[in-house]
């Protein structure tokens, strides 16, 4: 049961460089997020997408970009890292199916630790 | 607008003894709420989750919480603490917002435990 699986799982970049973080679930999921996890601050909305050709922002997208590849990838991408953005980010996809359900719990991968320095 | 707060960043108890989460909730909707545990180099994974059928839920590892709308709480108990319970718990609220589920969590509790 692969889940919902991250890759890299760990990364080091320089000040100014790029690079995307790849997300994919195999679940059959509608939605997918992006958050990033810092000390003290619990779990931050980058994007997210309710559903394959949709994507939105959330809290904290700037210096952020995403694509929604098709229904199973979900990519974050970095355009100019800057030392802010280091953190651990996790990716999630969640059943939301025809209607609303609220309670439908989010499945995450393992997250990506990026470090810039 | 919603939101958690989840009381205490650390908490440290003794193996066998009893763990208690605080997590009290703002939302002006009836909430879904949820309990997540994150060991470490993971990611989260579900607990319990609270839907209006019963104010008592039952987890998974022995956890339950309690929904209390009178105190607007969900605090996570487990009776007798094991070492393998020392992880980050984060609680979690969710309601629709701008036609999309919104979930915001906590900050998160580590929970030590001292064998």
């Known amino acids: 049961n692969a889940g919902v699986t991250q890759t890299p799982k760990f990364q080091v970049l320089k000040t100014g460089q790029s690079m995307t973080l790849q997300c994919a679930q195999d679940?059959?999921?509608?939605?997918m997020y992006w958050y990033r996890q810092d000390p003290g601050m619990g779990l931050r909305l980058i994007y997210y997408?309710?559903?394959?050709?949709?994507?939105d922002k959330g809290e904290v997208p700037n210096g952020y970009n995403v694509s929604r590849l098709n229904k199973r990838e979900f990519s974050l991408r970095l355009e100019s890292a800057a030392p802010s953005q280091t953190s651990v980010y996790f990716c999630?996809?969640?059943?939301?199916?025809?209607?609303?359900?609220?309670?439908?719990?989010?499945?995450f991968g393992d997250g990506t630790r990026l470090s810039i320095l | 607008a919603q939101s958690v707060t989840q009381l205490g960043s650390h908490v440290s108890v003794s193996e066998g003894a009893l763990v208690l989460l605080r997590c009290n909730y703002s939302?002006?909707?009836?909430?879904?709420l949820f309990w997540y545990v994150q060991y470490p180099n993971q990611g989260l994974q579900l607990l319990l989750k609270?839907?209006?059928?019963?104010?008592l839920v039952k987890g998974i590892n022995g956890f339950e919480a309690e929904f209390k709308k009178s105190e607007t709480s969900f605090h996570l108990t487990k009776p007798s603490a094991h070492m393998s319970d020392a992880a980050e718990y984060f609680c979690?609220?969710?309601?629709?917002?701008?036609?999309?589920?919104?979930?915001?969590f906590g900050t998160g509790t580590k929970l030590q435990v001292i064998p």
């Open positions: 999630a996809s969640r059943n939301s199916g025809t209607g609303v359900s609220f309670d439908q719990p989010q499945h």
């Open positions: 679940m059959n999921h509608n939605s």
């Open positions: 979690a609220v969710s309601d629709l917002s701008g036609g999309y589920q919104k979930v915001t």
């Open positions: 609270y839907t209006s059928a019963a104010t």
């Open positions: 997408s309710a559903s394959e050709g949709t994507t």
């Open positions: 939302s002006s909707v009836p909430p879904y």
